[in-house]
Nanobody, 126 residues
Framework: DVQLQASGGGLVQAGGSLRLSCAAS????????IGWFRQAPGKEREVLSC????????SYANSMKGRFTISSDHAGRTVYLQMNNLTPEDTAVYYC???????????????????WGQGTLVTVSS
């Protein structure tokens, strides 16, 4: 079974940083994209960032550029999301996700995700 284990969430003060990790296991797909979404209370789930397991390219939601950085280990099975200069508006449950049978991060959206992690809560206090 495919498993995505997210970790690294917690409570941080505004202006602080966190690094989330997502360890993927149980799949052998060569063409896939892995990345992060978040969902704040009362809001829709939004995509944050994506890493292509095929060619290592990355993409970001415009609002995240400059503050969030996605990276991966050499095998591409663990991805990280470095989040800097956090604000209370970043408070949400963060999910890692995988879309298989794709070589790029194009159309990395909720509707096209094949596997979801369990989520990790990030709380930013003011």
């Amino acid at each position: 079974d495919v498993q995505l284990q997210a970790s690294g969430g917690g409570l941080v003060q505004a202006g602080g940083s966190l690094r989330l990790s997502c360890a993927a296991s149980g799949f052998t797909f060569e063409d896939y994209a892995i990345g992060w979404f978040r969902q704040a209370p009362g809001k829709e789930r939004e995509v944050l960032s994506c890493y292509s397991g095929s060619d290592g390219t990355t993409s970001y939601a415009n609002s995240m550029k400059g503050r969030f950085t996605i990276s991966s280990d050499h095998a591409g099975r663990t991805v990280y999301l470095q989040m800097n200069n956090l604000t209370p508006e970043d408070t949400a449950v963060y999910y890692c996700a995988v879309r298989i049978r794709t070589m790029t991060c194009i159309n990395f959206s909720s509707a096209r995700i094949n596997y979801w992690g369990q989520g990790t809560l990030v709380t930013v206090s003011s």
